[in-house]
């Protein structure tokens, strides 16, 4: 059985029907990809998984729930935590308070400070930092922090939406040299990203949404080697 599976989702802004009969899988300790072009729906489908938003039909179970229209920090006690786009960092609050704010729906004090380390141990700048005021931060250490905030929930399934937006190519390498690592060591991973190449070449699977819809997926390997998805996605 499927870590996550969304089945038949339908999403909707208002009157536009944003995400339109989607259904995707991710097994444990894969990472699965969303490509496509800007308002293709990626970020919209994240949201809803997270809980921010409601589909009006469909199902999106998790570990064997029901977790559509489910509140988020419920979501968050589930075992899915989001690192959203735009990092969404508490700016007038220090690095440690906001990674102890990824700890909230946490009550073992003992675990906390072992996950405190561990995020400290993958990202050495942010401990650095970590009584500087996160807006102060740079963008790379801004993205740093909003996914050591979300690995302080302890997830079991990461969703992360577009890690290398604004960044510099050295750091976009650093970031996703992280992200394999943070599987590596057994969290499942939901990424979404406008690098498809990025994302192709450290994904096991992948799923191209256009117009709300999902029109390929696949192995990311092999999507990776396709004419049609090189012309459309991967700038060749």
Known sequence: MAMLEVKDINVYYGAIHAIKGISLSVDEGEIVTLIGANGAGKSTTLRTISGLLKPKTGAINFLGNDIAGMPAHKIVREGISQVPEGRKIFAEMTVLEN???GAFTRSDKDGIQADMKMVFGRFPRLEERKLQ???TLSGGEQQ???MGRALMSRPKLLLLDEPSMG?????IREIFNI???INKTGTTILLVEQNANMALSVAN?????E???ITISGDAKELAASEDIRKAYLGG
Do not use: K
């Open 99 to 101: 990674l102890e704010l």
């Open 167 to 171: 960044l510099a190519p050295l750091l």
């Open 179 to 181: 992200i394999v690592d």
């Open 205 to 209: 699977r992948a799923y191209v949404l």
């Open 144 to 146: 740093m922090l909003a």
């Open 211 to 213: 117009t709300g819809r």
């Open 133 to 135: 005021l996160a807006g």
